[in-house]
T-cell receptor
Framework: NAGVTQTPKFRVLKTGQSMTLLCAQD?????MYWYRQDPGMGLRLIHY???????AKGEVPDGYNVSRLKKQNFLLGLESAAPSQTSVYFC??????????????FGPGTRLTVL | DAKTTQPPSMDCAEGRAANLPCNHS???????VYWYRQIHSQGPQYIIH???NNETNEMASLIITEDRKSSTLILPHATLRDTAVYYC??????????????FGKGTKLSVIP
């Protein structure tokens, strides 16, 4: 099993450019998440999905859109990148969200710099 | 989710047990204690979780006090690869707000040769 994979690993954008980050998991998990981590800080939830075709906003959703057309994939889009979106982006997935069953499995991260 | 308090940093000699404490004095009855770690530049990694009984898996042991106000993560034989930031998280399923893992600053464990 590859677990959770993310594409690309690194990216540099200019302000105003758009891009899509791809997350894929092969564990047949229902729940998927996108987080961002800024230097010296914890992770903050951007968007999440509770199943194929459904998405919801997390703590910091502004400036991002997501789609979950297939159960195994969760896409994060930046329509018009801003320097404030320079960060490391982590995708995660979990089998459940019930107490005691919602350990999340994380991808290796995408390091995005917006100039 | 209940607030957790962890020491900012700890050192441990290679081969010795690493004992990482976490205080969660406001924990409620249905909240689990989870431990994750983040090795430099990598995604967080799930380690272990528990409710009130002590738990052990291939990575670590989790000791939860009887009053559940604190817990200790034990890495029985620390190696250099265990150098990481360790996060103690207390959470329960409570609707939409339960999806997010709230990572605090954690404890930076340095395993010394």
């Amino acid at each position: 099993n590859a677990g959770v994979t993310q594409t690309p690993k690194f990216r540099v954008l200019k302000t105003g450019q758009s891009m899509t980050l791809l997350c894929a998991q092969d564990m047949n998990h229902e729940y998927m998440y996108w987080y961002r981590q800024d230097p010296g800080m914890g992770l903050r939830l951007i968007h999440y999905s509770v199943g194929e075709g459904t998405t919801a906003k997390g703590e910091v959703p502004d400036g991002y859109n997501v789609s979950r057309l297939k159960k195994q994939n969760f896409l994060l889009g930046l329509e018009s990148a801003a320097p404030s979106q320079t960060s490391v982006y982590f995708c995660a997935s979990s089998y459940s969200v019930a107490s005691g069953q919602n350990e999340q499995f994380f991808g290796p991260g995408t390091r995005l710099t917006v100039l | 989710d209940a607030k957790t308090t962890q020491p900012p940093s700890m050192d441990c000699a290679e081969g010795r047990a690493a004992n990482l404490p976490c205080n969660h004095s406001t924990i409620s009855g249905n909240e689990y204690v989870y431990w994750y770690r983040q090795i430099h530049s990598q995604g967080p990694q799930y380690i272990i979780h528990g409710l009130k009984n002590n738990e052990t898996n291939e990575m670590a042991s989790l000791i939860i006090t009887e009053d559940r106000k604190s817990s200790t993560l034990i890495l029985p034989h620390a190696t250099l690869r265990d150098t990481a930031v360790y996060y103690c998280i207390v959470r329960a399923y409570s609707g939409a707000g339960s999806y997010q893992l709230t990572f605090g600053k954690g404890t930076k464990l340095s395993v010394i040769p």
